[in-house]
C-alpha cells in the first residue's frame, strides 16, 4: 500500500457536497452513508460482487441495488478510480490516495501498485503533443508476479528430474 496523501475534507463530507452539487441535488442516505465509511477503511482493489458480499459479512443492511448505484456516483464524485483489469473491473480509491499504476499477475490475480514519473510525464507530454485536455489514463501491465513466476520455475526443474 502507498502512503496515502492528506485531504482536508473526508471522503463522506466529499461525497455529501458531490450529491447536493447535482443538477438534482440528492440526499446522502444512511446506507449511501455506512457503505462509504465501510470502502473507506481499507485500501483494496475490489469488485462489485465482492463488495456486496463484503458488507453482507460485516452485517450491513445494504442493498444489490444500491451498493451498484452508489458506486457509479462514486467514482463520478472522484472519490473511487475504476480499473479495467481483463474482464475484470475493480474499484480503488482515488480521493485522499497518490495517483499510481498497476501490475496485475494474471495467474494468481494479484494487483502490484507502483508509482513512476516517468510515466506521469510521459501522459501529459503525450496528451500535450496531441492538444488533448486529459481526464486520465489506465496503465496496466499484465503477465505474471514473481511468486508466480519462481513456482512455474520449480515446477518445470521437478519435471526435468
Ligand atoms: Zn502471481
Ligand atoms: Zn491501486
Known sequence: ??????????????????????????????????MV???????????????CADIARAGLKISRATVYRTLAKLVDAG???RLQLGERVA????????????????SCGKIIEFQNPTLERLY???AQQHRFLPSGYT???????????????TKRRLDLV
Not at 465509511?37 to 463488495?51: C, G, K, M, V
Not at 496503465?139 to 520455475?153: K, L, P, S
Request: proline content about 6%; aromatic content about 12%.
Open 79 to 81: 472519490l473511487l478510480r
Open 124 to 126: 501529459q507530454e503525450v
Open 37 to 51: 465509511r465501510f470502502i473507506f477503511s481499507s485500501h483494496q482493489h475490489f469488485d462489485a460482487e465482492q463488495l
Open 139 to 153: 496503465f496496466v501491465i499484465r503477465g505474471t508476479c514473481a511468486e508466480c513466476n519462481q513456482a512455474r520455475m
Open 1 to 34: 500500500m502507498l502512503t496515502p496523501v492528506q485531504v482536508s475534507q473526508s471522503p463522506e463530507s466529499k461525497f455529501r457536497e458531490y450529491l447536493a452539487s447535482r443538477p438534482k441535488p440528492q440526499r446522502f442516505t444512511s446506507a449511501q452513508q455506512k
Open 91 to 106: 474499484y480503488e480509491h482515488d480521493y485522499g490516495y497518490p495517483h499510481h499504476d498497476h501490475l496485475h499477475c494474471q
